[in-house]
């Protein structure tokens, strides 16, 4: 089964069983810099495994960037 999401603003379709850290792993994204929104609340780092991807959700990634 596949899921139509919306990542970043663009649409994507992925197999349904996907998590978020499988998401992140699926297109090379480092863990440690960003923050993950799906549907408009923050996803916890601890529960990337947990949490899974359904049709139409949301997902926005946020990079941090240092500088001063």
Known sequence: IMAK???NG???EL???HSIAKLLKK???DRKKIA???NGKIISRNK?????I???DKVEI???IGGG
């Open 10 to 12: 663009h649409k994507v």
């Open 27 to 29: 297109f090379k994204i």
């Open 5 to 7: 999401i919306q990542l």
């Open 15 to 17: 197999n349904s069983k």
């Open 54 to 56: 359904k049709n139409k």
């Open 36 to 38: 993950v929104e799906l």
């Open 48 to 52: 990337y495994k947990l949490v899974y």
């Open 62 to 64: 946020v990079h941090f």
